[in-house]
């Protein structure tokens, strides 16, 4: 005889009940909503499996030929080269029994609602075709006259690129290259770029885009000789212009689109007749975006064997005609579909550095190295109409602002809700809810109240050292990384356990997360739900054993090494919820958990 049995998965959810909402009167719209999300378990062990396969198919094919009968140290060449992509994605899933814990009966028995039932396996997916086709013709010149060195390029190009069944996506454009040297100790190289997209109008689809460099070798010139203590030393600076034409993922914004929408009612009946609109308005003067950049830093090392390396740069990037949606055109005017505009303007500027330290004494070795990135941008312009408000104009801060309004805690009473100004987000205000400061003092928190907060997890300083020793046949190495100036816009979870610490009564002085509540007030953007994504991680660390070289000869292996290692073995930041990654990219949510690894390994080279 077969004996099925059917293993229930339980998802346990806390919820208020209706009569525990009615006694402590919190109203319409203010319940906790039923989360109903899926158990992880059961994704993993009985809601299917997702089939990927991909083949891909590339060559170069290439051929030169040389001039030197015109002028010595001439060439031409020319390349082809193509890459195909065919991606088949096959997934098979299936629901399964899930139960939602509703708590205990008066025998103090679970109770649990089902709310997904077990399903067959059902099928679906999708796949992809990607080519692409790049071909160029390029003149060379190399030619070295006594102590100069001159080389100089000029090169076409043309590439086709095929996603599935898009029409091509095409650019073409001539570009040259001219580049100098002087006894190895002075550099120069100018670059000139005239590049065309087709997702531009004809009168502006091509653009011209220079770069200048200079570099000067100065631990080779004579006056630097005769001494140990500077090994070596490069100065260099940079200047040029680039472009984008990746304008948001949409294509040919300078031609007017028409789709079925709207309609005219016709007859005596007035019977309704469908009819087109204009779903986007085109934008005849769409161009590529720029990008000035700047950048001058030097290179050097110092005392014998390079024992300490420096290298600094500082930079600056002015992007404008950044792609932006229209703010300055009227509503009056009666068109809301606007294609972007090239309006926008970021300045950007920064230093980046790195120090390294090697250095031995005998059978014992110690190296570390430092880097550190510091980067900070400014709004210039962003197509918006000056607000009403000056402290709610965006330009002057940095990309990531976004408005909201300041959190000042939480109301404590009625008697508080009563004598501070009226928030209308809801259609009620109780104690533990959010309270907001009125900025311009009207009496009423309302959207002219938000002021900029930032939003988005894009640390400001970055950096990371590593640190590592050997002696004889051990060695040991740790990195460690962080980051400064970040933070991230994030609205607990139901399950979340800063939800044991929401208000109450007893927990007001205390509390740290907003009344058990679904109220529109205790939603909006503000200042409350801003955390902080700063961290420092131990982000590996190893420890190591070469075996000798009577050990290896023994066993007739060139040579051998076992190893013990492990990732994200400390994390310090200032997340809520510490089993979280702050590094996980996103603006409004963090769900990735930190993962330790361990390893253990041998490494033999026969």
């Known amino acids: 005889m077969l004996?099925?049995?059917?293993?229930?998965?339980?998802?346990?959810?806390?919820?208020?009940?209706?009569?525990?909402?009615?006694?402590?009167?919190?109203?319409?719209?203010?319940?906790?909503?039923?989360?109903?999300?899926?158990?992880?378990?059961?994704?993993?062990?009985?809601?299917?499996?997702?089939?990927?396969?991909?083949?891909?198919?590339?060559?170069?094919?290439?051929?030169?030929?040389?001039?030197?009968?015109?002028?010595?140290?001439?060439?031409?060449?020319?390349?082809?080269?193509?890459?195909?992509?065919?991606?088949?994605?096959?997934?098979?899933?299936?629901?399964f029994d899930s139960f939602w814990y509703r708590g205990n009966d008066q025998h103090h028995n679970p109770i649990y609602q089902q709310f997904k039932v077990f399903s067959r396996l059902s099928t679906s997916g999708w796949s992809s075709i990607e080519r692409s086709n790049y071909v160029d013709v390029r003149l060379t010149y190399d030619k070295q006259f006594g102590k100069s060195d001159v080389t100089a390029q000029l090169l076409g190009n043309r590439t086709l690129r095929v996603l599935n069944d898009e029409l091509p996506y095409a650019y073409q454009g001539i570009s040259s290259r001219l580049v100098y040297g002087y006894d190895k100790k002075l550099f120069l190289e100018a670059n000139l770029g005239y590049n065309g997209s087709e997702n531009f109008p004809p009168d502006k689809r091509y653009g011209f885009f220079p770069s200048f460099s200079?570099?000067?070798?100065?631990?080779?010139?004579a006056f630097m000789s005769g001494q140990n203590i500077i090994e070596y030393l490069k100065l260099r600076g940079s200047y040029g212009i680039v472009g984008n034409d990746n304008i948001g993922g949409q294509r040919w914004l300078y031609i007017t689109d028409f789709g079925p929408g709207g309609g005219y009612p016709f007859?005596?009946?007035?019977?309704?007749?469908?009819?087109?609109?204009?779903?986007?308005?085109?934008?005849?003067?769409?161009?590529?975006?720029?990008?000035?950049?700047?950048?001058?830093?030097?290179?050097?090392?110092?005392?014998?064997?390079?024992?300490?390396?420096?290298?600094?740069?500082?930079?600056?990037?002015?992007?404008?005609?950044?792609?932006t949606t229209p703010g300055t055109v009227p509503d009056y005017i009666g068109i809301s579909n606007l294609a972007p505009r090239n309006s926008g303007e970021v300045v950007n500027r920064g230093i980046d550095g790195e120090v390294r330290l090697n250095k031995r004494w005998g059978d014992f070795g110690f190296f570390t190295n430092l880097n550190l990135t510091y980067a900070k941008n400014k709004i210039l312009k962003n197509d918006q109409p000056t607000p009403a408000h000056p402290y709610q104009d965006l330009r002057g801060y940095s990309i990531g602002y976004e408005l909201g309004y300041e959190a000042i805690g939480f109301f404590k009473s009625e008697e508080d809700i009563a004598n501070s100004p009226a928030q209308r987000f809801s259609s009620s205000v109780l104690p533990g809810y959010l309270k907001y400061v009125d900025q311009n003092g009207d009496g009423v928190v309302d959207s002219y109240d938000r002021v900029p907060i930032r939003i988005f997890n894009i640390p400001e300083l970055m950096g990371g050292v590593s640190l590592g020793i050997n002696y004889k046949q051990f060695d040991a190495s740790m990195l460690f990384n962080g980051a400064l100036g970040g933070t991230i816009l994030r609205q607990p979870m139901d399950l979340d356990p800063i939800q044991l610490e929401r208000w109450t009564p007893e927990n007001k002085l205390n509390a740290k997360a907003v009344v058990a509540s679904n109220a529109e007030n205790n939603k909006v953007t503000s200042t409350f739900y801003l955390e902080s994504t700063d961290y420092l991680k131990l982000r590996n660390m190893e420890i190591g054993f070469v075996f000798p070289t009577r050990w290896t000869n023994f066993v007739k292996v060139a040579s051998g090494r076992l190893f013990i290692n492990g990732q994200n073995l400390l994390v310090f930041d200032r997340l809520k919820i510490k089993d979280r990654d702050p590094e996980t990219w996103g603006g409004t949510a963090i769900p990735y958990p930190v993962q330790r690894v361990f390893n253990i390994g041998l490494n033999v080279k026969l």
């Open 3 to 95: 004996t099925t049995l059917k293993i229930a998965l339980y998802t346990h959810f806390s919820s208020f009940l209706s009569t525990v909402r009615e006694f402590f009167g919190l109203g319409n719209g203010s319940e906790v909503l039923h989360p109903y999300e899926p158990n992880p378990y059961g994704q993993v062990t009985q809601g299917g499996y997702y089939q990927d396969f991909t083949n891909v198919l590339y060559g170069t094919l290439s051929a030169k030929h040389d001039l030197s009968f015109i002028t010595e140290g001439l060439s031409i060449q020319s390349y082809f080269s193509f890459e195909n992509n065919n991606h088949k994605h096959t997934a098979r899933t299936q629901d």
């Open 214 to 221: 200079m570099a000067w070798i100065a631990s080779n010139e």
């Open 267 to 323: 007859g005596n009946s007035f019977n309704w007749a469908s009819g087109y609109d204009e779903s986007r308005v085109g934008n005849s003067y769409i161009t590529w975006e720029q990008a000035i950049k700047s950048n001058v830093g030097f290179e050097a090392s110092f005392f014998q064997d390079d024992i300490l390396n420096v290298n600094i740069d500082v930079f600056h990037e002015r992007r404008t005609n950044i792609l």
